[in-house]
């Protein structure tokens, strides 16, 4: 089963920009969906982005297409969420997480989703 480790998050102003990293151990990342969620406080886990195992298919939420990109790097096992104009709004603990076996890699709901990371903190200042 792969393990997921988030970083990058941090404090900015609005209109900045971040890049997320989601590193995974374990030899499956480069065969598994994988999608990116947030969650504010007092909130529901909110699904933002997927993509499939070779990176060639996203989808995102409509809260965040057009500002957000997600991709990955299967050589580094790793993958990615390029956040710009950022808002108040984004200010949330981001996590990555991967489908549920045998679910495809379009899933939005979070019980869909395993293996979730610790998360990281984005913090947005108007």
């Known amino acids: 089963q792969v393990q997921l480790e988030e970083s990058g998050g941090g404090l900015v102003q609005a209109g900045a920009s971040l890049t997320l990293a989601c590193a995974a151990s374990?030899?499956?990342?480069?065969?598994?969906?994988m999608g990116w969620f947030r969650q504010a406080p007092g909130k529901e886990r909110e699904f933002l982005s997927s993509?499939?195992?070779?990176?060639?298919?996203?989808s995102y939420s409509d809260s965040v297409k057009g500002r957000f990109t997600i991709s990955r790097d299967n050589a580094k096992n790793t993958m990615y969420l390029q956040m710009n104009s950022l808002k108040p709004e984004d200010t949330a603990v981001y996590y990555c997480?991967?489908?549920?076996?045998?679910?495809?890699?379009?899933?939005?709901?979070?019980?869909?989703?395993?293996?979730w990371g610790r998360g990281t903190q984005v913090t947005v200042s108007s």
């Open positions: 997480a991967t489908p549920r076996i045998g679910l495809p890699w379009t899933v939005t709901r979070a019980a869909d989703y395993v293996s």
């Open positions: 374990g030899r499956s990342f480069g065969t598994s969906a």
């Open positions: 993509i499939n195992w070779s990176g060639m298919s996203t």
